[in-house]
């Protein structure tokens, strides 16, 4: 499963992203989707996730309240709403799939079976 992430660029404190990441197959539409970030020098952090219905979603502290996750499986696609960005909230995001049901909302980066290609988002002070 490929899952190429879009839509990152440079915004201004404060402004709004949407990240997408779209994957080919049917399968998709049965996985749990997370987005993880990683900042220059940093580790890898996760940042939320969504079940494979989209009914249950998961956010990490420093994000709840401005982020909002959705996901439309009639086009394999997990949308990133990221909203009142802050300075620290530059990173490289990527999505992840999970293929166990079970799983989901983990945010053990080993658990994940797919990755994709990141987007780079940078938010300016």
């Known amino acids: 499963v490929q899952l190429p992430a879009c839509g990152g660029g440079l915004v201004q404190a404060g402004g709004s992203l949407r990240l997408s990441c779209t994957a080919a197959?049917?399968?998709?539409?049965?996985?749990?989707v997370a987005w993880f970030r990683q900042a220059p020098g940093k580790e890898r952090e996760f940042v939320a996730a969504?079940?494979?219905?989209?009914?249950?979603?998961v956010y990490a502290d420093s994000v709840k309240g401005r982020f909002t996750l959705s996901r439309d499986n009639d086009k394999n696609t997990v949308s990133l709403q990221m909203n009142s960005l802050k300075p620290e909230d530059t990173a490289d995001y990527s999505c992840?799939?999970?293929?166990?049901?079970?799983?989901?909302?983990?945010?053990?980066?080993?658990?994940?079976?797919?990755w994709g290609p990141g987007t780079l988002v940078t938010v300016s002070s």
């Open positions: 969504i079940s494979w219905s989209g009914g249950r979603k």
């Open positions: 197959g049917r399968a998709f539409s049965s996985y749990a």
């Open positions: 992840a799939a999970l293929k166990s049901a079970s799983g989901w909302g983990t945010r053990s980066i080993n658990e994940y079976d797919y």
